[in-house]
């Protein structure tokens, strides 16, 4: 190996009272001791680090061999100059406190098998993306987002989704959370920050819209899925937007009703209101035809969210907003101030895999997954007392806990007891009351190996609760 050649960087505050040779031995001596120069760290050559601290090569050398000769570092023919391995470093700081522990078996809802991520496909559609992008693509981009992506997005979401979407109209962002965020701040800023969300909903979601300056309100949620014959009187009467999940509600999992689609439409004409869709899992439906977007009936009134956090993981933190033209101008310089642009290279590997149908073909495979997974849990509750709900479609099932039974703390408790993690109904209310009790159970959420297990103590828990 070339010494001379291997660079390292080295940060070094010499003291220049203390004479070339003498000021470097003690700034190496300080940063061992302080341990910012661990053990088995190798150091620059002699050559390389003189260049850079202005030194000659023999004042280095020499500054070397009497830190060697003191134990503080050890030089090996071929091998270079590193730190002592027996030294002992200054102790670090004090670890910050652990966070709760994992739970032993996850059910909860809201996350996808993370280990169905399709890890080959995604670094061959890289490798494509990469090689065939402009230098210009690493550079400072369009807030909207890489037109290769919009492009594949249009053409995606009109066949698969019924969207309306012109790549001009489509901006994509780091998640849900970050759309929601920035539709939010431009209805605040137009004076128009009241806003409905459904009831029983994500409590995170209404916690963004507040923090962005929205007011929620509650838009109760029945066995036909939101009541958006509400909106326009009483309490709603003032509302200027409307958050729904009209293909899979979150979390009653029930289906927005023909007549409650078309009266939500009819709202937002009316009010020249807006209606925010989220189209989290509209991919997943198992034992029913695709329901199509909202968005696809009045584009003008729908501003769609769609995300790949469920189709291909969380940890890609793409999503995309497909808005009405009056929005695209106001949203496009909220997201230019916000973060500038969302980052170009998982960009254009998805508009690979779009353009390739190597995401329908995601797609199709998780759906398999998951309705395997959605089946084996039916199975396994056939007989019992708890009637399951919202299973047509999605990655969550509601369990309704009948009034004779435990309740919903009791069983939460008990499931904490077994190292089972789920979720709760009434954690989703808007407003603590006498509601319906349920559980919450996100069938995705464990890895193929785990599934089994978790199934097992979610059947012990609801066992050792029933009345002997």
Not at 35 to 46: D, V
Not at 84 to 97: E, F, G
């Amino acid at each position: 190996m070339d010494w001379a050649a291997f660079g390292v960087d080295l940060h070094l505050e010499l003291d220049a009272t203390a004479g070339r040779r003498a000021g470097l031995e003690r700034a190496l001596r300080e940063a061992i001791r302080d341990g910012r120069l661990a053990p088995a760290t190798r150091l620059p050559a002699t050559r390389t680090l003189a260049a850079e601290l202005g030194l000659s090569r023999g004042t280095v050398s020499a500054a070397y061999d009497q830190l060697v000769a003191e134990g503080w570092l050890v030089a090996r023919v071929g091998a270079g100059t590193e730190v002592s391995p027996l030294l002992r470093a200054a102790p670090p700081p004090a670890a910050a406190p652990p966070g709760p522990a994992a739970p032993r078996h996850d059910l909860r809802p809201g996350s996808p098998d993370v280990a169905a991520f399709p890890v080959t496909a995604w670094l061959r559609a890289t490798r494509r993306a990469l090689a065939a992008a402009p230098a210009t693509a690493y550079g400072y981009g369009d807030p909207r987002g890489r037109i290769e992506l919009r492009s594949a997005l249009a053409g995606y979401l009109g066949r698969a989704r019924g969207v309306l979407a012109d790549p001009d109209r489509i901006v994509v962002t780091t998640g849900y959370v970050q759309a929601l965020a920035l539709l939010v701040g431009v209805l605040r800023d137009a004076g128009r920050p009241v806003l409905a969300m459904e009831d029983p909903g994500l409590a995170f979601h209404r916690e963004v819209a507040r923090r962005h300056g929205g007011t929620v309100l509650p838009l109760p949620v029945d066995d036909r899925g939101a009541r958006t014959d509400l909106l326009g009187a009483g309490e709603l009467a003032g509302v200027a937007a409307a958050v729904v999940t009209p293909a899979h509600q979150y979390p009653t999992g029930v289906t927005l009703a023909p007549e409650r689609r078309h009266a939500l439409t009819r709202w937002a004409r009316d009010r020249d209101a807006l209606v925010v869709e989220d189209d989290y899992d509209g991919e997943f439906r198992y034992d029913r035809q695709p329901v199509g977007a909202v968005q696809g009936t009045a584009p003008e009134q729908v501003a769609y969210v769609g995300t790949a956090a469920k189709t291909l993981g969380p940890a890609l933190r793409l999503a995309w907003l497909v808005l009405p033209a009056r929005l695209v101008e106001p949203v496009v310089e909220a997201k230019r101030h916000l973060d500038l642009h969302s980052e170009t290279i998982g960009q254009l590997a998805l508009a690979d895999l779009i353009t390739g149908h190597g995401y329908d073909r995601q797609i199709r495979a998780v759906r398999r997954h998951y309705r395997r997974r959605r089946d084996l849990l039916l199975d396994r509750l056939a007989g019992g007392r708890y009637r399951v709900g919202g299973v047509s479609a999605g990655l969550h099932a509601l369990l309704h806990l009948p009034p004779d039974g435990p309740g919903e703390a009791e069983l939460l408790a008990g499931a904490a007891r077994h190292g089972l993690a789920l979720g709760g109904l009434a954690a989703h209310r808007h407003r603590p009351g006498s509601y319906p009790p349920g559980l919450v159970v996100g069938y995705a959420t464990p890895p193929g190996h785990a599934y089994s297990a978790a199934l097992d103590a979610l059947l012990a828990v609801l066992h050792a609760a029933e009345p002997s």
